[in-house]
Every structure is written in C-alpha cells, then in structure tokens.
C-alpha cells in the first residue's frame, strides 16, 4: 500500500477585509477635509500664540489680552451672544412647544421644520444685507412705518448697526437652531407621564414645574449654551452689517491677521486661542447636557 502525501494548504482571513477597506475610504474625504480646514488650522493658531513673529516661544501675546480694547471686545461679544442666545432659546422654545404639543395641524411642523433648516446656515453677508434692506434707515418697513404710519423707527434711538442691532440679526438664525434641536427632545416628553401625573392629582402646571421641565432642563440649557457659541464666533454677519463700528472679537481678529491697524497676526492667533477655549468649554458643557438629556429619551 502505498501512502500518499498530502501538502496542508492553511488558509488564514485577511487581517483587513475588503468591506472594512470600503468603509473606510468612504470617510476618507470628511477625515482629509477635516484635517485640512480644522485641525491643522486649529494647531496652527494655537501654535501662533506662543509665537514672536520671527518664530520665538514668548508668552507676550497672552499677556496683550488683557488690555483694556481687547477686554472691551471680549465683554462686548459675550454680551451679544448671551443676549441672543437667551432670546433665541425663549422664542425658539415656544415655536417648539406650539409644534409639538400645541396641536397646530401637521402642515405647520413640516412648514415651519423645513424653513429652520435652511433660516439656521442663513447668514454672512446675505443676512446683513437683508436686515439693511428691511430694517436699515431707507428699508421696506422702516420707510413703510414712516411713510403710512408717520412713525420714525429710528427716532426712538434704534439703529440696526449696533448692540441691539446685531443681537436681532443673530437672532434670525439662532431661533431656528433652538426649534430644530429642541423638538426632539420635547417628541421625547411621554405621554404615559403626563397620564400618570394627571391620575395621581396633578395640575398641567404642576406636570411641567415638576416633570416636564426637570427632564427638559438639560436640553434647554445645553442647546442655550450651543447658540451661545454659535454666536460668539460669527463673523462675516456682524462684519457686513456694522463694519469696524461694534468692536467685537472676531471683528478685532480679523483687523489684526488682515493688518488693517497694527498687523499682529501672532496677538490675532492669541485672539483666536481665547476665542477657542470659550466655545470650547460651551461645547463641552452642551455634549455633556445632551448626553445627561438622552438617557430620559431612552
């Protein structure tokens, strides 16, 4: 008999799969533009603030923060974006409640869903020049209110390119952001609570003092501290519509990195770290909320 032998041909899987591969160059795009037009740009600033001009470490940039225009800047952008932010979070949560648990016909939430979406990226230069167009001194209503009404809009100390100004134009598309991200979270509110609340003896103002709005709270809170950020680092609206008259931070970025004063651009990266840190922590704080929010939605 004779014994034939057989060569053991093992077979081993790829360490990475052709699907895995698949998927992966399907992120690769976002991931290059990403590094690209954030992350690098991001290192490259912070990197500046600890720069000289001719390439030294110095802590020099930091410490021209706190002088009195710079600290001025700050306190102003803060200002507008609180103001906003709250306004808009106000205003923003009411649209929601109406959609939501007000019982306006299902029209309305898509009508009103649809125009957030695109009211939300409406800004830049086309914003500010639709507020100079509607709101400005020759504008439709303004030049409607003087001449059908005979009110003067602007000789009761308004003016569109200013504080107040600038915080309603940022509102046009803060009150959208509030209505979009705030829906969910109020799709969310289960009607067995309501029932339940409403069983055990409790008022409709009962339920929300004491059910509805301890569980939205995270939410509403967070999403206010989103608008906040957004705000505070919007640039081409306030630019467009006020110029160099409102003297806000990126506003003062923007001159110092262009040159139009005193070209620092080392003090406009310092500017742009400080900028960072203060969305940063909004972020930071937001991400938290709306995970503490989830897990009620669950």
Do not use: C
Request: charged letters at 10%; glycine letters at 8%; proline letters at 4%.
């Amino acid at each position: 008999m004779s014994t034939v032998s057989t060569s053991t041909i093992s077979t081993h899987a790829p360490l990475i799969s052709r699907k895995t591969v698949i998927d992966w160059l399907g992120i690769a795009p976002f991931t290059i533009f990403a590094l690209l037009f954030l992350v690098v740009p991001t290192i490259y600033l912070i990197s500046g603030a600890f720069l000289t001009p001719e390439g030294q470490l110095t802590l020099q940039n930091l410490r021209d923060l706190n002088t009195q225009a710079i600290r001025d800047a700050y306190w102003i952008s803060i200002k507008i974006s609180i103001a906003s932010s709250i306004g808009g979070a106000l205003i923003g949560f009411f649209l929601a409640w109406a959609i939501v648990l007000g019982g306006l016909p299902s029209w309305v939430r898509s009508g009103l869903l649809t125009f957030s979406g695109v009211a939300s990226n409406f800004a830049g230069v086309p914003l500010a020049f639709a507020f100079l167009a509607t709101l400005g001194r020759t504008g439709l209503v303004t030049v409607f209110l003087r001449d059908w009404f005979g009110f003067n809009l602007y000789s009761t100390g308004f003016n569109l390119l200013s504080f107040f100004g600038l915080t309603i134009t940022y509102m046009y598309f803060q009150i959208p952001l509030m209505l979009l991200i705030l829906t969910p979270a109020l799709d969310g509110l289960k009607k067995e609570w309501k029932e339940a609340a409403s069983i055990l003896g409790a008022t409709n103002g009962m339920y929300w003092r004491m059910i509805a709005l301890p569980i939205l709270w995270p939410s509403l809170l967070g999403t206010t501290l989103l608008l906040f950020a957004n705000s505070f680092g919007a640039i081409a609206t306030a630019y467009a519509l006020t110029g160099s008259s409102l003297n806000i931070v990126p506003i003062l970025l923007y001159a110092q990195i262009r040159g139009d004063v005193l070209h620092n651009a080392n003090l406009g990266y310092a500017l742009a770290l400080g900028m960072i840190v203060i969305t940063g922590v909004s972020n930071i704080i937001y991400i938290m909320l709306r995970m503490r929010a989830e897990r009620w939605q669950k």
